[in-house]
């Protein structure tokens, strides 16, 4: 019997192999057949349209590689990256300490139910923009601030209904460890919560380059979204396509190869075994 067992096990682990590739090269196929039927669309609406309205996949690539090839031009990539990094940033820092705040003290928490979350969701994006000149004047100011008005609401709610959630028993058990309530939170509470803020990170990140670009084209005088302004000023529509091409690169680069290898790498801990 062991020795039928070990004959079969490689011939188990071949077929395992086997369907295991076939499964990625069927991946492979629909991934190369989803993106030639986008370019092929593309292609034929430039052709109708003209390329002074819709440029066609190679007349934008030709744009991109204007623009990666200038660093004067490349520079303003960074300058995006950088006012949404920050922008994300604060609004999960400020979105964390509201939802402490509001779960740990009564007073706080009709506020923030009532008043503040209900109005954070309700501030229309463009109106925030306008406002933020005002006061912030053109530049990174004005942007990071559109982004934290905005993406605010995304890490309040998932914050908030993280925290019904999480695992009373652990948190009973902790307390029959110790009464301190700082070191309950940052010792069971707050891991509990990772899934729910990486979840709303990875959102918020493709929401806030969105924001970016709207607030740079209002807003500032640097950046990905004021090179889109300035190329529609110039009639230039293939550099518009240029930098909305990147853009897309830039989210779709950050959701497979950051927050997905992060996931499988880093969060497994938190997944329910099936």
């Given amino acids: 019997m062991g020795g039928a067992l070990q004959m079969q096990l490689p011939i188990t682990t071949g077929e395992g192999r086997s369907r295991g590739w076939a499964q990625v090269g ?7 057949i989803s993106y030639a039927i986008t370019v092929l669309l593309w292609y034929v609406l430039g052709l109708r349209m003209g390329p002074d309205i819709f440029p066609n996949p190679l007349r934008t690539l030709v744009a991109v590689g204007k623009i990666l090839s200038n660093v004067n031009l490349i520079k303003h990539v960074g300058i ?4 949404t990094v920050a922008g994300v940033l604060v609004s999960m820092f400020i979105a964390a300490a509201a939802v402490i705040a509001a779960r740990y ?7 923030f139910l009532k008043v503040f979350y209900p109005g954070m969701r309700a501030i229309p994006p463009v109106a925030v923009a306008l406002l933020a000149i005002v006061w912030f004047g053109l530049g990174s100011g004005t942007v990071i601030f559109v ?5 605010l609401p995304i890490y309040m709610i998932d914050l908030w209904e993280g925290m019904k959630v999480i695992d009373s028993t652990l948190v009973e058990m902790a307390t029959v460890l110790t009464s301190n309530r700082t070191r309950i939170l940052k010792k069971v509470v707050l891991p509990m919560l990772v899934p729910v803020l990486f979840a709303s990170t990875k959102l918020s990140f493709s929401v806030a380059f969105k924001l970016a670009l709207v607030g740079e084209l209002l807003g500032a005088t640097s950046g990905m ?6 190329s529609q000023q110039e009639y230039k529509t293939d550099m518009v396509f240029a930098w909305t091409f990147l853009l897309v690169m830039l989210v779709v680069f950050f959701e497979y190869y950051v927050f997905d290898v992060t996931e499988r790498k880093y969060l497994y801990k938190w997944q329910t075994e099936k």
Avoid: D
Wanted: proline letters at 3%; charged letters at 15%.
């Fill in 105 to 111: 003290w009564s007073p706080f928490r009709y506020y």
């Fill in 225 to 230: 979204g004021f090179m889109v302004y300035l």
């Fill in 147 to 151: 982004i934290v008005i905005t993406v």
């Fill in 80 to 83: 995006t990256f950088g006012r």
């Fill in 26 to 32: 069927k991946g492979i196929r629909g991934l190369v």
